[in-house]
């Protein structure tokens, strides 16, 4: 099962931030956050990871935590195309299952114009 | 800028018949990988596929799912005899795996397999 909370819907205006955050609070030391998002039944869209410290690429920013329990997906100017299904995924610690991705629910990023 | 493909976008079959679900992953990468999304449902792992064999399956990747990489670009897989509840989006994915916590996997489009 997926080991993160995401709130199930959101909004954003057009041009806005828009913050997707991210619960992980029994997240382990070695263990990477992931966010990808699936844009209306396409295939899932790899979006950014980081360990610890805060990443940013050309798609969005990450910021985790110090204590690593949370973090916050950035997309710094929505667009109507960034309407999508975003998941938080945190890749097991252990080589049981460390292959493979746990999608949750994710959360539904709405924009509006 | 490389990505992962998937043939047929669609397929529609009747129930009892075989299908091959087929994807060329990009190209240098070596780590393979097979989800499923049920509409509506979240998107679930089958299998994951490196050097030649299988290293991970799900509890729904049974006997009746078999992958193979036939010719050193092509990633199928295959279910022997379908039933109503395979009817889903079947993505392939694809890493090349820097370290085994850090690995990005890339995904296709998606098959949409309908099984009537």
């Given at each position: 099962d997926a080991k993160t909370t995401q709130p199930p819907s959101m909004d954003c205006a057009e041009g806005r931030a828009a913050n997707l955050p991210c619960n992980h609070s029994t997240i382990s030391g070695n263990e990477y956050v992931y966010w990808y998002r699936q844009i209306h039944s396409q295939g899932p869209q790899y979006i950014i990871h980081g360990l610890k410290n805060n990443e940013t690429n050309e798609m969005a920013s990450l910021i985790i935590t110090e204590d690593r329990k949370s973090?916050?997906?950035?997309?710094?100017?929505?667009?109507?195309?960034?309407?999508?299904?975003?998941?938080?995924?945190?890749?097991?610690?252990?080589?049981?299952?460390?292959?493979?991705?746990?999608?949750?629910?994710?959360?539904?990023?709405?924009?509006?114009? | 800028e490389p990505e992962v493909t998937q043939t047929p976008s669609h397929q529609v079959t009747q129930m009892g018949q075989e299908v091959i679900l087929r994807c060329v992953p990009i190209s240098n990468h070596l780590y393979f990988y097979w989800y499923r999304q049920i509409l509506g449902q979240k998107v679930e792992f089958l299998v994951s596929f490196y050097n030649n064999e299988i290293s991970e399956k799900s509890e729904i990747f049974d006997d009746q799912f078999s992958v193979e990489r036939p010719d050193g670009s092509n990633f199928t897989l295959k279910i022997r005899s379908t039933k109503l509840e395979d009817s889903a989006m079947y993505f392939c994915a694809s890493s090349e795996r820097l370290a085994v916590l850090q690995e990005t996997q890339y995904f296709g489009p998606g098959t949409r397999l309908l099984v009537l």
């Open positions: 973090s916050t997906l950035i997309l710094p100017h929505a667009t109507l195309r960034d309407t999508a299904v975003y998941y938080c995924i945190v890749r097991p610690g252990d080589q049981t299952g460390a292959n493979n991705l746990f999608f949750g629910t994710g959360t539904r990023l709405t924009v509006i114009p | -």
